[in-house]
């Protein structure tokens, strides 16, 4: 006789047919955007996919068949994910206004209806390396509802972002505008490595973006009043960030914002840097952290006063909703409110929630709202961070037992003591949480970021404690301070005082020695196996065989990633790289042996988005040290990235022509040159002139070839003109191949160098960005070369001219600015070529 097996008590939810559901539907999205466009067919093929294993769950059903029914319906779900997102990806309206956008702006005039709050960006702080001054910028989301075409309006559709070059500070979430600006789509990357603007609009929807320099260009039609709930959530978020900002305190009253609203802009650049280079920059965004620790104080508040469970549910629920509407609705908010009413919707049925069961209905949640979030960085490390703390929780709880004599002995023991005890335990448990998440998050951190903050991890477990009276004290002064000053006054104290505590922290953490680096990120293949092993290790129990056998496995995959990453290039070739920097110049040359140097590295524009062009393309490489830097000349356009590459990378000696610092050459602008030499007297770095007939010994070649490198211009003594016209003139040669790089060459030195007996070259960089002073017929003649280069913006009339002097002698033109960057290999096989964007 069978004995009856004892009944279930276990109550918790089950998880792995969700979790794998969850699972289907992301690699079917995944399948979608990085398969499917090779395999064409697009969404009916996933639809057919999807049907034929539906009908085959039925068919199998009815012949008995079940084992094979799990396979199939997963099949299913994963034609759902891929057909979903590929609707989502490459289908929009008709009349969407992103069909009547070009990629050169043009003006228009629509009718649209704000979405967001108005973002107001202050002016940055005066820079001697930025060489076009910015001031103050607006910036919010519209929903396009007319445009004009001649006198007649015509309906119009889609979302897009709006930048005003000035203070947009009468507009708010719900204003109908009518709006003159000029449009475009997003512009793409345009180099290796860089941040896809483009695609990271097309995640969210926005496939073109408006843009106007007065503010008199955006007229409001009808005001917000006109719609409750967006009169109510814009006098809520102003209430809001008007009661921070005045019993917070002026000083504190910024990061307060941050923490608390996620409203940045009042930061100084300082602050928000320090932020992300101890790895803590998630604290100005209002997250996962944000909406579960207002979540759990509110709980612990609610049942520590008696409220029914069902009523701490529902209340806890309505108020993390609220929360997450006054702070903006953003990506992160949403992503973290989904995670957290599904584990309070898992109390509510009476279940315990498994936090497996609550991540994948937050992730199915999230990929039905946008697909498109699986592949952005945030969503990847809010996930992946509540994955790590539920585990711990997890195995924290199976630890031993403690003896009972010992714990008796801990119940005799004095209460100093036992608070002690419990304090002690409180913050280990946090520290080794903290360690352990960010153990597990790091690989991640540097691919996204390139950055790895040690210290990160510890501070946190001081850092978390001080954000948690922030959080309770901010709710406070915005729930019951306006009743209570005298209340809202002593929470502004305890607020200030917690976030100042905060900020000290986080700036002695910052000059820490081993506070941070940048890596190059580990490769898309290791950050795929890392998490791929872990996830089968977690839903699969035959794999959780241990921590320390897992741990030694892990160890051992983290030393072939970096064994991987600080792989250089040591083969017997010459790798030459144009970066399209916009109006500027950059070009990477990667030596045989390993060793790189580069050719100028500036642009016109941000000093800070040039310095992290050029460093995306440097760890898409596997670079981290630069060798050796030559500065054609004293514009700044040419050399402001490099504050930003010697924070990033180790360099090794900057070579300057004679006329780099001299106020004759360059008309007495000494401020940015004078700027550029003390940043490198700070970081000890050589600084050398060179000067005609010069060669440069940075190459040491493995093979018989050898690399030269020599200075055809200027002489020592310069010449009568412009830093432009003393411009430093390489001429690179390699296994009978030759690069010429002439800087901003301009007369009278251009006469000069004409002077000298011509020579061929290979390849040439467009004197002066394919300027018509450059001479483009003479300099085409002298030279010969096959191949030019025009490291620029987008081609106008005068490129043009430029463009066919040089196709006149028989070369290939090509401009950065329409192909992205330009790559040419010099080897045994011959002269090899590539461009980043294909030709249109």
């Known amino acids: 006789m069978q004995a009856a097996k004892p009944p279930n008590n276990d109550r918790s939810m089950p998880y792995r047919p969700l979790l794998l559901v969850a699972m289907a539907v992301g690699l079917g999205i995944v399948a979608d955007r990085y398969g499917m466009s090779a395999i064409g067919g697009g969404v009916f093929l996933w639809w057919a996919v999807g049907v034929l294993s539906v009908v085959g769950c039925v068919v199998l059903r009815s012949y008995g068949k079940t084992q094979f029914l799990s396979w199939t319906l997963l099949l299913a779900a994963l034609c759902v994910g891929g057909a979903w997102h590929h609707l989502r990806w490459n289908y929009f309206a008709a009349d969407d206004l992103a069909r009547f956008a070009r990629e050169a702006a043009g003006p228009v005039c629509v009718e649209a209806v704000v979405t967001s709050r ?406 898309t293949w290791w950050l795929l196996v890392f998490y791929g092993v872990m996830t089968l290790v977690a839903i699969v129990p035959r794999l959780q065989i241990g921590w320390k056998p897992l741990a030694s496995l892990a160890t051992l995959w983290v030393a072939i990633g970096f064994t991987a990453a600080a792989t250089r290039n040591t083969e017997d070739q010459l790798r030459c790289t144009f970066l399209a920097m916009g109006h500027g110049t950059c070009v990477v040359l990667e030596l045989p042996g390993g060793q790189t140097l580069l050719y100028d590295a500036g642009s016109l524009g941000s000093p800070e988005g040039a310095s992290q062009t050029i460093a995306g393309y440097l760890w898409s490489r596997g670079i981290t040290r630069i060798d050796a830097v030559v500065l054609s000349h004293a514009d700044v356009d040419h050399y402001n990235a490099m504050p930003g590459l010697l924070e990033r990378f180790e360099v090794g000696t900057v070579y300057v022509s004679p006329l780099m610092f001299d106020p004759w050459a360059t008309d007495g602008q000494l401020d940015a040159p004078e700027f550029l030499r003390t940043t490198l007297q700070e970081a000890k770095i050589p600084l050398r002139q060179i000067w005609m007939n010069d060669r440069l010994q940075v190459a040491r070649s493995k093979g018989k070839s050898k690399v030269e490198i020599e200075v055809l211009h200027p002489p020592r003594s310069g010449v009568a003109g412009r830093d432009n016209a003393n411009s430093l003139l390489l001429h690179v040669t390699y296994r009978g191949h030759s690069i010429l790089l002439p800087g901003d060459l301009e007369s009278p030195g251009l006469e000069a160098v004409l002077a000298e007996q011509p020579l061929n070259c290979d390849i040439l960089l467009a004197p002066h960005h394919g300027s018509r002073r450059s001479d483009p017929a003479g300099f085409a003649a002298w030279c010969t070369p096959e191949w030019v280069v025009v490291s620029g913006p987008r081609a106008s009339s005068e490129q043009q001219f430029t463009a066919a002097s040089y196709r006149k002698v028989g070369a290939q033109v090509l401009h950065t600015a329409n192909v992205g960057a330009v790559q040419f290999t010099l080897d045994s096989q011959g002269l090899g070529f590539s461009q980043f964007l294909p030709m249109k």
């Open 118 to 523: 108005t973002k107001q960006s202050p002016a940055p702080a005066p820079n001697p390396l930025r060489a076009m001054p910015v001031g103050p910028r607006s910036d919010t989301f519209v929903r396009v509802l007319r445009i004009r075409d001649g006198t007649r309006w015509q309906r119009a559709s889609g979302n897009c972002r709006l930048r005003v070059a000035s203070e947009l500070v009468k507009v708010q979430a719900g204003d109908r505008l009518r709006v003159y600006a000029r449009f475009r789509r997003p512009r793409p990357a345009l180099n290796p490595g860089q941040y896809d603007w483009a695609e990271a609009e097309r995640r969210a929807g926005r496939h073109c973006e408006l843009f106007c320099t007065e503010p008199e260009c955006v007229a409001i039609l009808e005001s917000a009043t006109s719609s409750k709930r967006n009169r109510w959530l814009g006098a809520a978020a102003s209430r809001c960030e008007e009661q921070l900002a005045r019993y917070v305190g002026a000083e504190e009253s910024g990061l307060a914002l941050a923490v608390l609203l996620g409203v940045r802009e009042q930061l100084d650049d300082e602050v928000t840097e320090a932020f992300f280079k101890t790895g803590t920059i998630h604290l100005l965004v209002v997250s996962g952290l944000h909406v579960g620790m207002l979540a759990l104080i509110v709980w612990l508040i609610l049942q520590t006063a008696g409220m029914p469970r069902r009523g701490v549910v529902v209340f806890t629920a309505l108020l993390v909703i609220a929360y997450a509407m006054i702070a903006g609705g953003r990506p992160p908010v949403v992503r973290a409110t989904i995670l957290v009413l599904m584990g309070l919707g898992a109390l509510v049925a009476g279940r315990l929630p498994s936090m497996k069961v609550v991540l994948a209905a937050a992730a199915l949640a999230i990929l039905a709202y946008n697909p498109s979030e699986l592949f952005r960085g945030g969503t990847q490390l809010s996930f992946l961070c509540v994955a790590a703390l539920s585990t711990f929780g997890y195995y924290t709880g199976k630890r031993q037992p403690i003896d009972p004599l010992r714990r008796l002995i801990q119940e005799v023991a004095p209460w100093y003591r036992k608070i002690l005890r419990w304090l002690g335990n409180w913050i280990g448990e946090l520290a080794f949480a903290s360690f352990v998440i960010w153990v597990v998050v790091a690989p991640l951190v540097a691919y996204h970021f390139h950055v790895v903050s040690p210290a990160g991890f510890v501070i946190t477990p001081i850092i978390w404690p001080l954000i948690a009276g922030a959080l309770i004290a901010g709710l406070g002064i915005c729930t019951i301070g306006w009743v209570l000053p005298p209340v809202a006054s002593m929470l502004g104290g305890v607020c200030a005082w917690c976030l100042g505590t905060t900020e000290a922290i986080v700036s002695f953490a910052e000059q820490m020695s081993f506070g941070h680096s940048y890596v190059p990120g580990p490769a």
